[in-house]
C-alpha cells in the first residue's frame, strides 16, 4: 500500500455529508430552537441539534467553518462549563463522534458531558487539498502526490486555531479552559503531534488516530527531540491508537508494507514514556482486525472513554 493510496483511502471515508442547516446559535443564545424534526420533501438530511459557524482566516484569507453540538444539559444547567473537544475532518469525525458519545451514554454514563466542535476544510478547495495542506508540517510531501500539490501549511493553521477558533468557542459558549481536547486521525494526527510538540498547553489532551509519522522522513520525530532538549515536562493526557494491518508483516497482504505506522506509533510513545515527563499521561493501542480506514470508529471510542470518562463514583 502506497502512501498516496493511505492518503486518498482515509479521504474517501472522509468525504461523507454531515453537517448541519440548523439555524446557527440557537441553542447557545436562547433564540429560536434549532430544529427538532426533518423538513420532508426531499430537503437534504441535517444533524438535529447542531449549529455552523463560519470563522474565517484572515491572515490566510481563507474560510473556514465550525460545527458545533452541545451536550442535552447545556440549556438546563446554566452555570456549569463543558470539556471541549474539536475534531479535524469534521466532514466525517463530527457527526461519527456525536453519534459514538451519545451511544455510549445511552444505558449509563460513561463520558461526561461535553462540548464536540468540528473542524472543517476550506470552503471553496478541495478536501484532500485543504487538508494535505493544512495538516502537514513541511512542504516536503509524499513523492507520489499529485504535480502542484501543496503541503506544509501546518504552522499557520495551527495558528489559526489557537487565534480564532478557541476564541470563538470560548467567548461563545460556557467552555471550561481547563478541559481543551483534540481529536486527529491519519494526518489530522499528524498535525496534533505538531501542536504537541510545538505548543502542548494550546491542548489539555490529545487523541491521535493513526498517525502520519512516517511523512516527510520522519519529521515529527525531530520536532519531538527538539522540545525535549528544552523542556523537562509536557503535561498533556495523551491517546494514541493504531490498527492491526498498520503495520508490516511481510507476505501478508493485509499489511500495510510500505509504511509501518504501528511500529512508528510504539516507538513515538515508547520514546515519550522514556522522557520522565511528570506531566504526561499516555496511553496506546493496536486494534485487532483494523486498517487505516476501519479503525477510526473503534479508535474514536477508546479516545473519548480516556479522556472524558465519567469518574467511577459517579457511575
Request: charge should be neutral.
Amino acid at each position: 500500500m502506497t502512501r498516496r493510496y493511505l492518503a486518498a483511502a482515509i479521504c474517501a471515508a472522509m468525504l461523507l455529508p454531515g453537517c448541519s442547516d440548523a439555524k446557527p446559535g440557537a441553542e447557545s443564545q436562547g433564540a429560536t430552537p434549532a430544529r427538532t424534526v426533518q423538513q420532508g420533501g426531499g430537503e437534504p438530511y441535517a444533524l438535529l441539534g447542531t449549529e455552523v459557524w463560519d470563522v474565517p482566516d484572515p491572515a490566510s484569507g481563507r474560510d473556514y467553518q465550525v460545527f458545533v453540538s452541545l451536550p442535552a444539559s447545556y440549556a438546563k444547567e446554566p452555570a456549569r462549563r463543558y470539556p471541549v473537544l474539536y475534531v479535524t475532518d469534521a466532514d466525517y469525525a463530527f457527526p461519527l463522534v456525536r453519534q459514538i458519545a451519545r451511544r455510549l451514554n445511552v444505558e449509563r454514563p460513561q463520558l461526561r458531558d461535553f462540548i464536540l466542535v468540528g473542524l472543517s476544510y476550506a470552503k471553496g478547495d478541495d478536501p484532500v487539498q485543504s487538508r494535505r495542506r493544512d495538516y502537514t508540517p513541511t512542504a516536503r510531501g509524499p513523492s507520489d502526490a499529485p504535480a502542484g500539490a501543496v503541503h506544509g501549511e501546518g504552522a499557520a493553521y495551527q495558528d489559526y486555531l489557537r487565534d480564532r477558533v478557541l476564541p470563538f468557542v470560548a467567548g461563545r459558549y460556557r467552555t471550561d479552559p481547563a478541559q481543551k481536547l483534540f481529536l486527529g486521525h491519519s494526518y489530522g494526527a499528524l498535525l496534533g503531534t505538531q501542536i504537541l510538540f510545538t505548543d502542548p498547553a494550546m491542548f489539555d489532551g490529545y487523541i491521535l488516530g493513526s498517525p502520519s509519522l512516517w511523512y516527510d522522513k520522519k519529521h515529527m520525530f525531530a520536532v519531538e527531540k527538539t522540545y525535549a532538549a528544552a523542556h523537562r515536562d509536557l503535561p498533556a493526557k495523551v491517546y494514541v491508537y493504531t490498527g492491526e494491518y498498520e503495520g508490516m508483516r511481510p507476505g501478508d497482504a493485509r499489511y500495510n508494507q510500505t509504511v509501518d505506522l504501528v511500529g512508528d506509533s510504539r516507538t513515538l510513545v515508547a520514546t515519550l514514556e522514556g522522557r520522565g515527563y511528570p506531566g504526561l499521561a499516555i496511553r496506546s493501542d493496536v486494534l485487532n482486525d483494523e486498517d487505516h480506514v476501519s479503525v477510526a470508529p473503534r479508535g474514536f471510542t477508546k479516545g473519548l472513554q480516556y479522556l472524558l470518562a465519567v469518574p467511577l463514583a459517579a457511575k
